[in-house]
């Protein structure tokens, strides 16, 4: 079993900065890759980026490459989500996922088992 904690939402202009962090307790991050997501009002849950555990490799969205950068500590069972540039259409709950085994994509929620309760992150005008 993996607890997972968000933390670092908040209220931000558009262009602005904010890093979301993810702590686990229970079983250790190591082995598990871990990703993020987020969920607009009335949105699916839709997948933003992902770090491997084997080799560190990461994947990202098509709209948030160059703005977001996904890396884990995992000495000290933490993922982050560096958000810069951020625009309004950011603006969501954003959770951290760690799934078990690494098949598929891992672009999919359904390929995660445990999640986070979420941080809200808006991105004002």
């Known amino acids: 079993q993996v607890l997972l904690v968000e933390s670092g939402g908040g209220l931000v202009q558009a262009g602005g900065s904010l890093r979301l962090s993810c702590a686990g307790s229970?079983?250790?991050?190591?082995?598990?890759?871990m990703g993020w997501f987020r969920q607009a009002p009335g949105k699916e849950r839709e997948f933003i980026a992902a770090?491997?555990?084997?080799?560190?490799?990461?994947m990202y969205k098509d709209g948030v490459k160059g703005r977001f950068t996904i890396s884990r500590d995992n000495a000290k069972n933490t993922l982050y989500l560096q958000m810069s540039s951020l625009k309004p259409e950011d603006t969501a709950v954003y959770y951290c996922?760690?799934?078990?085994?690494?098949?598929?994509?891992?672009?999919?929620?359904?390929?995660?088992?445990?999640w986070g309760q979420g941080t809200q992150v808006t991105v004002s005008s």
């Open positions: 770090i491997r555990w084997s080799d560190g490799s990461t």
């Open positions: 229970g079983r250790t991050f190591s082995g598990y890759d």
């Open positions: 996922a760690a799934r078990t085994f690494a098949t598929g994509t891992g672009r999919s929620r359904y390929e995660y088992d445990y």
